[in-house]
């Protein structure tokens, strides 16, 4: 697996990361996946912390919980991200 940075500044993004599946089975999974209502990325977000829920040492769901921390900021930002400067009102 490779991480690639989806911007110079990986701090303001979530740094994407890549692996290898066979093209039928990523079109299949997605076919699942909007089914149920969701998204491969999101179902592979709940995936990854129930493994470490289930297996996870102490650190590790430490840094489950801070990941999770992450995200509800990252996602608290979406459509309502405050300006960098004053703008009119």
Request: with cysteine; proline share 7%; hydrophobic share 35%.
């Amino acid at each position: 697996m490779t991480t690639q940075n989806s911007a110079p500044n990986s701090a303001a993004h979530t740094p994407l990361r890549r692996f290898r599946v066979p093209d039928g089975l990523w079109e299949a999974y997605g076919s699942v996946c909007a089914r149920l209502d969701t998204d491969r990325s999101a179902d592979l977000l709940a995936h990854i912390a129930a493994v470490i829920q289930a297996y996870g040492d102490d650190g590790e769901l430490a840094a489950l919980e801070r990941a999770r921390a992450e995200l509800a900021e990252r996602r608290s930002r979406r459509g309502g991200r405050p300006r960098k400067t004053p703008g009119p009102e």
